[in-house]
């Protein structure tokens, strides 16, 4: 059975910083490509980053310079460094797996406030 479980969200005030973490279980993790996802209130749930199995990384235009995702193949984690956060990266944020299927975890509130 595949799991994928999220930790790290939080409140957080703007120009603050957090840390979300991704642990797979059940897929041989470092042949998947992993990504992060958000969806904010009414909106669309959307592409932020992404690293493939050869750690090549992706970045929405607005996380870039901001937002560092990386991953430790040994402990099957991925990571996303959340920096200089907005408002408007308030969100539920979750992690994908993706090669020969496809699977989401179950979300994580980061909401960025004063």
């Known amino acids: 059975q595949v799991q994928l479980v999220e930790s790290g969200g939080g409140l957080v005030q703007p120009g603050g910083s957090l840390r979300l973490s991704c642990v797979a279980s059940?897929?041989?993790?470092?042949?998947?490509?992993m990504t992060w996802y958000r969806q904010a209130p009414g909106k669309q749930r959307e592409l932020v980053a992404g690293?493939?199995?050869?750690?090549?990384?992706n970045y929405a235009d607005s996380v870039k310079g901001r937002f560092t995702i990386s991953r430790d193949n040994t402990k099957n984690t991925v990571y996303l460094q959340m920096n200089s956060l907005k408002p408007e990266d308030t969100a539920v944020y979750y992690c994908?797996?993706?090669?020969?299927?496809?699977?989401w975890g179950q979300g994580t509130q980061v909401t960025v406030s004063s």
């Open positions: 994908r797996a993706i090669w020969l299927n496809e699977y």
């Open positions: 059940g897929i041989i993790f470092s042949r998947w490509g």
């Open positions: 690293i493939g199995s050869g750690s090549i990384t």
